[in-house]
């Protein structure tokens, strides 16, 4: 099996990391360090490209600070709040490496970690990405996780290999085409399993934010899980098709019941509570079914006017 990495496999390929980040002012210090002391170790040109938008804290400032002391760690900033896949989206636009990382920024995926996937990929794969047995999240919160997983590999159009988790490694050519995609929130894992180059997975550790709270509660989790369905499946309108046919059926097996026990034995209509219950039902699945239509048109209002997936205010460091 070949990879996409060009150049010689013992130790001269360049390797980008990029971190979307926001409000990480005190995890991102720890951050670079460790990511530092461990890429060293595999004896490679490497960049650090840290995306970050709007923040509250001092996040830019202290990433300021970091580049001044090395010039590997490199800096995009956005002038709105464009959101986490935009960001790394921008990452990937900019870095320069054969093969490239990604990489939540609140230490929850370990830097120890990269020299593992470095070592996957060089035997021949163009994505490897982290697989975490044991996430240190909330039990409430690894459930939605894997019943996330289950729904959308039973209604996504594709045969793609999910995995909730961002941590990976790409090859250069992975990333040349993933770029292609200009979409509409775009989910990266998703296109990465479309474009389904040679892919594999090895067992990393489940890391523990050290400081500050997760960006990602449960109403965000929701609307990005909501997002990525109807990105890549259209077997949500089918499935409205298959709930009006068998609504359908069972209106007309209603009504035929209703005419034989008034016809053949006298059984007089029930009146107001079926009424109500019938419209009850239909008025719930009609907004229902509307409410999902909408959310499809709504993307694709979006997508045809065309806009930049991101604004960049701001760069600190050279890029290519």
């Known amino acids: 099996m070949r990879s996409g990495i060009t150049g010689d496999v013992e130790g001269t390929m360049d390797l980008s990391v990029i ?96 020299p593992k996937l470095y070592a996957t990929m060089v035997q021949g794969y163009d994505v490897v990405y982290g697989e975490k047995r044991r996430k240190n999240d909330s039990p409430l919160r690894n459930i939605y996780s894997r019943l996330f997983v289950k729904v959308m590999s039973a209604l996504s159009d594709y045969n793609i290999r999910y995995n909730t988790s961002m941590f990976r490694i790409v090859s250069r050519r992975a990333v040349n085409e993933l770029l292609r995609f200009r979409e509409y929130e775009p989910s990266l894992t998703f296109i990465m399993g479309l474009i389904n180059f040679p892919t594999t997975s090895v067992e990393v550790t489940s890391g523990k934010r050290l400081k500050g709270r997760t960006k990602y509660g449960f109403f965000r989790q929701m609307n990005l899980a909501v997002g990525m369905l109807l990105a890549f499946s259209t077997k949500p309108l089918r499935l409205i098709s298959i709930c009006g046919f068998i609504v359908s059926i069972l209106s007309f097996a209603y009504l035929i019941i209703v005419l034989v026990q008034s016809l053949f034995f006298g059984v007089s209509v029930l009146g107001w509570p079926t009424i109500i219950t019938l419209i009850t039902l239909l008025g719930g699945l009609q907004l229902f079914s509307m409410g999902i239509i909408g959310e499809y048109i709504g993307r694709v209002f979006l997508q045809s006017k065309q806009r930049p997936l991101y604004i960049i205010e701001e760069k600190l460091g050279e890029f290519r």
């Open 19 to 114: 971190i979307p980040v926001r409000d990480e002012e005190r995890n991102v210090t720890e951050l670079v360090s460790r990511l530092v002391e461990t890429i060293d170790t595999l004896a490679v040109e490497f960049e650090i490209i840290f995306v970050t938008d709007i923040n509250t804290d001092r996040t830019y400032e202290v990433l300021g600070e970091l580049h001044g002391q090395d010039a590997r760690v490199k800096v995009i900033k956005f002038s709105n709040t464009f959101g986490q896949q935009a960001a790394v989206m921008a990452g990937l636009q900019f870095s320069s490496g054969e093969a490239v990382v990604i990489m939540d920024g609140d230490l929850q995926d370990m830097p120890e970690d990269i």
